[in-house]
């Protein structure tokens, strides 16, 4: 397995992220973890989420992902940005122990996989 590219520190564990399989790309490794409202940045990677408030997606443009995960107890509102959408809505809910993972294949529109 090749070498990872960086380490993430989540709390208190340190974890190693982003391989570079193919070596022409480098591997997302920026990791938030958010306990109140937050505008979820084009730069972050994966978002982990703890307690009860929203979370808004930047402006959907072709190429962009995000992981975005309810670590804690609350609910977590996933927004978009004003004119996009989530799987044709305005906002999703993300429950206690519940993630996405969103990608933007057409600018202005979010998808959940």
Do not use: H
Request: glycine fraction near 10%; hydrophobic fraction near 35%.
């Amino acid at each position: 397995m090749p070498e990872p590219i960086g380490t993430a520190k989540v709390g208190l564990v340190q974890k190693r992220v982003g391989y570079d399989l193919c070596n022409t790309t480098v591997a997302p490794t920026n990791i938030r973890v958010e306990t109140g409202t937050y505008l979820i940045k084009i730069t972050d990677y994966k978002v982990a989420c703890s307690g009860t408030f929203v979370a808004t997606l930047p402006n959907a443009a072709f190429g962009q992902e995000f992981i975005i995960s309810n670590v804690g107890t609350g609910i977590i509102t996933v927004t978009a940005d004003a004119g996009d959408t989530i799987n044709g809505e305005a906002s999703q809910i993300l429950y206690e122990g519940s993630s996405m993972s969103i990608y933007c294949y057409v600018n202005n529109k979010w998808e959940i996989e």
